[in-house]
């Protein structure tokens, strides 16, 4: 009981810091939580007061559904990532700077160069196939040995079921190819199916870099990495009939499918069938179970839209970030497709505008409809929105809050929130939509979660503590996604 008095106690004084100490700000810089409060020299302590006052209602408000999953499924990518610098690396291969140029899909070392280029100058993930093996492996090579390198458990499904397995009531199946290193890397909570090992790893290459470094003529905006691999097991998405057979003996309450992306690579007339035989394994899932789809980076506007269009309605949510949800919509024509990129922080009423277009276009919006999809996890870098169809989720305000505070922590390589390591970068105002009518909302640091309702579709949006110097980007949209699933309750009154 100490505890949580001392919380409350803590959480009155940062807001009644917060809301006092900042009435003499002008309007203009007031609207920017994340500059310091005062004119004079503050003291470490103030200058973290807004963002305590985020991590301290965190603490006291998130809180585990009444249900929660026992038995998750997680399937199929899976890896050992080679996490090096990505400057460094490309250096270190005799690769001179120069302009950057998106490719679908790499065939040498200067495709590599300028893809990295293209997406660093922008401070956006990416990930890409590597066509040819053997320059591949020479560039693995090169990369294994690079001083710093790092190896570490890779492939969304991995990372998630990971994750997952943190909890130490949660059982998890991992299906995926794994090979010797991945096994012996995978929390011994995980259960992998003997048709799931392999006898070599799949190796993923991450080319991270830091906010504000440079190459050349680049300069990141913010910290991110670069993802290529010459994966045919993933490729082909091998594991996915594997795992939906292991499915009806372990009996999961929950199934997370991750891995669509690694097809692109493969060319038009295999991600074409594959495809088809993917949406047909869903469609063998039993209907009570729900079913999250973790989206990663994709170029072909073809294929996401047959993503969006056979995939989505069967499965019951899916998490994606920025990136993936202009593209969605550029794809099919949404909201906003007509924009190029994001410019800085995405504005949340043309987010908001997507995400209720895609649940329009694609979900359950009405109980007639055949669709099953009812919840979309999107996070940016600067805040999370969970966008749920009414009756079908529970605990959502808690489920966002932890996603958040998941990021919050695992950017800096912490178990917990150090508020002298973040930053709010989010504003304390903004619009639910880009269109007419819109409601203006507002942020309240001490209930660090807006809500917002357009038609049967609620909205749950949640500021991230940035971390000011991110020592690994890798894996945090697994990680949120996960931890954002396990504080999520399915409401049993209306089934899938």
């Known amino acids: ?44 302590n103030i200058q973290n007061g807004v963002e305590q ?17 026992s038995r998750v499924a997680v399937g199929v990518n899976a890896c ?31 495709d590599l160069k300028e ?15 590597f066509s040819d093996k053997e320059a591949f492996q020479w560039i693995a090579r090169a990369a294994a040995e690079y001083p710093g390198a790092k190896l570490y458990v890779g492939g969304n499904a991995a990372l998630i079921g990971q994750k997952l397995a943190s909890y130490p009531d949660l059982m998890v199946l991992l299906c995926g190819p ?39 003529s680049t300069q990141a905006p913010q910290a991110n990495r670069f993802i290529f691999s010459h994966d045919v097991s993933n490729g082909e998405m091998s594991s996915l009939e594997t795992f939906v057979a292991s499915l009806e003996e372990f009996e999961p309450d929950l199934v997370v499918l991750s ?26 899932i039993h209907k009570d179970i729900p079913i999250h789809l973790e989206l990663a980076s994709l170029t072909d506007k073809d294929y996401m839209n047959s993503i969006m269009q056979e995939v989505m309605p069967i499965v019951s949510s899916i998490g ?67 966008a749920t169809v009414d009756g079908y989720w529970g605990n959502q305000a808690a489920a966002v809050m932890a996603g958040a505070r998941v990021a919050s922590s695992q950017a800096c390589g912490l178990q917990s929130v150090d508020v002298s390591k973040v930053e709010l970068k989010v504003q304390l105002e903004f619009h639910s939509s880009h269109f007419e009518p819109r409601e203006k909302l507002t942020l309240n640091p001490a209930e660090p979660v807006t809500v917002w309702r357009r038609g049967n579709i609620t909205f749950h949006l949640t500021p991230v503590l940035v971390c000011k110097q991110p020592l690994r980007t890798v894996g945090l949209g697994d990680a949120i996604s996960a931890e954002g699933l396990v504080y999520s309750e399915l409401k049993t009154q209306q089934p899938f």
């Open 259 to 284: 891995g669509l992306h690694m097809m692109e690579g493969q060319g038009r007339q295999l991600w074409e069938e594959r495809l088809k035989e993917a949406v047909s394994a869903i469609a063998d």
């Open 80 to 110: 050992v990532d080679v996490v090096v610098s990505g400057v460094g690396l490309l250096q270190a291969l005799a690769v001179d700077p120069g302009t950057g140029l998106d490719h679908e899909v790499l065939h040498s070392k200067d």
């Open 320 to 386: 994606l970030n920025e990136q993936e949800l202009l593209f969605l919509s550029q794809a099919g024509e949404g909201p906003h497709s007509d924009l190029a990129a994001w410019q800085g922080i995405p504005d949340v009423g043309q987010v908001s505008d997507i995400l209720y277009w895609v649940l329009e276009q694609h979900g359950r919006i009405e109980p007639s409809s055949e669709a099953d999809l009812t919840r979309i996890h999107f996070h940016t870098l600067a805040y999370h929105v969970l």
């Open 178 to 216: 794994v090979g010797p290193k991945l096994h012996e890397m995978l929390d011994e909570q995980i259960l992998v199916p003997p048709d799931s090992l392999q006898e070599t790893d799949e190796y993923h290459l991450i080319l991270e870099y830091k906010a504000g470094e440079q190459w050349g």
């Open 115 to 129: 893809a990295f280029i293209h997406y660093m100058g922008r401070g956006a993930a990416a990930e890409r196939f």
């Open 53 to 69: 006052v985020i991590s301290t209602a965190w603490e006291t408000l998130i809180t585990l559904p009444t249900r929660q999953w």
């Open 1 to 44: 009981m100490w505890r949580k008095a001392s919380a409350a106690a803590l959480l009155a004084l940062a807001v009644g810091y917060f809301y006092h100490g900042r009435l003499n700000l002008p309007e203009q810089i007031s609207q920017y939580v994340s500059l310091p409060i005062f004119h004079s020299s503050p003291s470490p």
